[in-house]
């Protein structure tokens, strides 16, 4: 499962969270993925990509001449914040995928040992734990994880993004000295 599969759509609930629009997510994995540079032109205040005649920030409404003058590159800390958010959904999306192979494995072993005609038939049993498997290893992590991992590990990354999102923004309006 590729994680920016365009068919893959991930869990995101509108939190009126103005960090990380969709765009500036997109080109933060382009530059990731060295598909494209850390240059352009950024809203001052959410580093969403800005067209060069962009005069508002479609995301969080900031106006370009009046607000936060555009930056000409995301800050590497924002970058770092969006790959550790992202590592932690991919870690539990995995775990919870994990979690349903094993899950299958385990209930189609007590269906197999359970069902009498199974356990007289090794033949049977063992064309009934193949098929099993070959089915339920594929459903149950598709759920568990694209489902449930997904959700938990959304909220889980998103906290923390939060957090490392705020520090750098006391960080930002520190009045210089
Ligand atoms: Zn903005």
Partial sequence: ?????????????DDDCPIFSQELEDHIVAISRGQAPNV??????????????TEMCPHCREDV???RAPVDAVPDTLLETLRIQRAIEANWVNGFAYLGIIIAATTGLAIVLGVPMFRDSLIWATLFYGVYLLVMSRVLPAILGGYFG???????????TREAWAEWVAKRDQPQR
């Fill in 40 to 53: 352009g032109r950024f809203c001052g205040n959410c580093y969403t990509p800005l067209s060069r005649d």
């Fill in 1 to 13: 499962m590729s994680f920016d599969d365009p068919n893959d759509v991930r869990f995101r609930p």
């Fill in 65 to 67: 001449r009046a607000g």
């Fill in 150 to 160: 997904d959700r938990m590990g959304y909220e889980k990354a998103r906290t923390k």
